[in-house]
C-alpha cells in the first residue's frame, strides 16, 4: 500500500513480524490503551514498560482505567494498547498495536519489582496497582520510502495510428452538505501539581 506525500515522493507501508512490533514497542515509553468504559470504547495514555511480551501498566483506584485492575478468575480484559514513532515531517516511522488481556499482577514481590521500574508520569491520590497486558494479536507497519518509478513506466503507449484521448468533462463540484455536529468529545491536559502523591500512568 502507498501514500501519496506532496514534494517529497510516495510511502509504502510495510507490514512488520510480531517480534519486530513488539521490540519498536519496547523502545518508546509511551502509548495508548482501548477499552471499554460504560458499553463505549474509550482511549487513555499511559506509560509503560515491555517485560518479554507482556506490557507492563500502572493504574490508580478510582480513575478510568481500575476496571483493569479488578482481580478475575477469567482470562482478564480484553483491550488494545497502540503505540507508534511517526516524523510528521518526513512521514517516516511505525505503528504498533496489541491487542490481549489485561489482568492485575497479584504477587507482591512481582508488583513492587515492576513498580521500581515503571515511574508513573501522573501523580494522584488513590493507591497504585499494576496491570499485565499479555498479547494475543500483534499487528504493526513501518512507513518507508517506496522506489521511484521509471519516467512513463505508469502510462503505456498508444498503439500505432491510435488517435490521442480526449480528456474526460470536469464535473460539476456537488454541493457541500452542512456539517454533524460533533458528539461526545472529550479531552484532557497533564499539568504539574506540586504536593500530590505519586500514583499511577496516565489512567
Known amino acids: 500500500m502507498e501514500h501519496e506525500v506532496d514534494g ?14 513488539l521490540r519498536l514497542l519496547g523502545t518508546v ?3 495508548r490503551v482501548v477499552f471499554t468504559r460504560h458499553a463505549l470504547p474509550a482511549v487513555r495514555p499511559v506509560n509503560h514498560l515491555l517485560d518479554g511480551e507482556d506490557i507492563v501498566l500502572r493504574v490508580h483506584d478510582g ?17 488494545a494498547y497502540e503505540t507508534d514513532d511517526i516524523d510528521t515531517r518526513t ?13 492485575p499482577v497479584t504477587d507482591p514481590v512481582q508488583a513492587a519489582a515492576y513498580e521500581d521500574r515503571l515511574r ?28 521511484a518509478p521509471e519516467p512513463g513506466a505508469d502510462a503505456p503507449e498508444p498503439p500505432p495510428g491510435a488517435e ?18 460533533s458528539r ?19 489512567g
Open 63 to 79: 480513575g478510568a482505567l481500575a476496571a483493569l485492575a479488578v482481580s478475575s478468575d477469567g482470562e482478564g480484559v480484553v483491550v
Open 8 to 21: 517529497e515522493g510516495a510511502r509504502r507501508m510495510r507490514p512488520l513480524p510480531r517480534g519486530e512490533a
Open 164 to 181: 490521442p484521448r480526449a480528456a474526460a468533462p470536469s464535473r460539476a463540484a456537488a454541493p457541500s452538505r452542512a456539517a454533524a455536529p
Open 120 to 147: 508513573p508520569w501522573v501523580l494522584g491520590q488513590e493507591p497504585c496497582r499494576v496491570v499485565r497486558i499479555r498479547p494475543d494479536l500483534v499487528t504493526g507497519f513501518r512507513l518507508e520510502r517506496a522506489a
Open 184 to 202: 461526545a468529545v472529550a479531552g484532557f491536559r497533564v499539568v504539574a501539581e506540586p504536593g500530590a502523591a505519586p500514583c499511577a500512568g496516565a
Open 29 to 31: 515509553p509511551l502509548g
Open 91 to 103: 512521514r517516516l516511522g511505525w505503528s504498533v498495536v496489541v491487542t490481549g488481556y489485561a489482568r
